[in-house]
């Protein structure tokens, strides 16, 4: 018949009590052992009796080292713990920073607007009324500077097209055909008389004389009353 499950309490009797202890001791130093070899781990155990006995217990590694290793991954952790918890903390701070900020924000906006002047003083007005004077100063001063370089703008377009006209005009009258005309000669051609001939005589250097009709021109260039 097989043993009844133990009933995990504090052993009154003193006697039981420490056999109990030691074995189980022995148990767990075995398990212990077996977990590092098994495992391949660092294992380090520290009993007290209740008589204050020290039972310890580590594998390939010293104690020492053991409790080094320990304490540096402890305090690492506490200290990731404490870093992390004052990053939160700080952003939390911030967060109600810009809240506040965002909610100032949005009184001075109605503020402007004319809203909400109810709880203002006289001197808190005063500071309203001046910052929407220097607002519209601003205002003006850019709307001025806004129109005078349009107006330089249109100005300066108007100087172009004027000046782009004024050379296609100068272009087309070059390029006209009246322009290209060769110009018409003022001298009368002299038709029937040659030019290489030897004038002999001072008579016929003189010409015809009047009254007589030269022969050797044609007749619609003869006077009306030759003609007749």
Not at 83 to 96: G, I, P, Q, V
Not at 129 to 151: H, N, P, W
């Amino acid at each position: 018949m097989g043993r009844g499950r133990v009933q995990l309490k504090r052993i009154e009797n003193k006697i039981n009590r420490q056999v109990t202890f030691s074995k189980r001791r022995a148990g767990l130093l075995k398990k212990a052992n077996e977990i590092s070899v098994l495992c391949d781990a660092d294992v380090a155990l520290i009993v007290f009796s209740s008589r204050g006995k020290l039972t310890e217990y580590a594998n390939n590694s010293s104690m020492k080292g053991v409790i080094q290793r320990y304490e540096r991954y402890s305090s690492f952790g506490r200290e990731s713990d404490r870093t992390s918890l004052e990053s939160k903390e700080s952003c939390c701070l911030e967060s109600r920073k810009l809240q506040a900020m965002v909610d100032d924000l949005h009184i001075n906006i109605r503020h402007m607007m004319g809203e909400d002047l109810d709880t203002l003083s006289t001197k808190q007005l005063e500071q309203r009324e001046q910052q929407l004077e220097g607002a519209l100063q601003r205002i003006r001063s850019r709307k001025t500077q806004v129109m005078s370089d349009t107006i330089a703008a249109l100005q300066k377009e108007l100087h172009f097209k004027d000046t782009n006209m004024a050379h296609e005009r100068t272009l087309q009258r070059q390029s006209s055909p009246l322009s290209l005309a060769i110009p018409f000669s003022t001298t009368a051609p002299q038709f029937g008389i040659c030019q290489n001939r030897e004038v002999g005589s001072e008579d016929e250097r003189r010409g015809p004389p009047p009254g007589r009709t030269n022969t050797i021109l044609p007749h619609w260039m003869l006077p009306r009353q030759q003609q007749q």
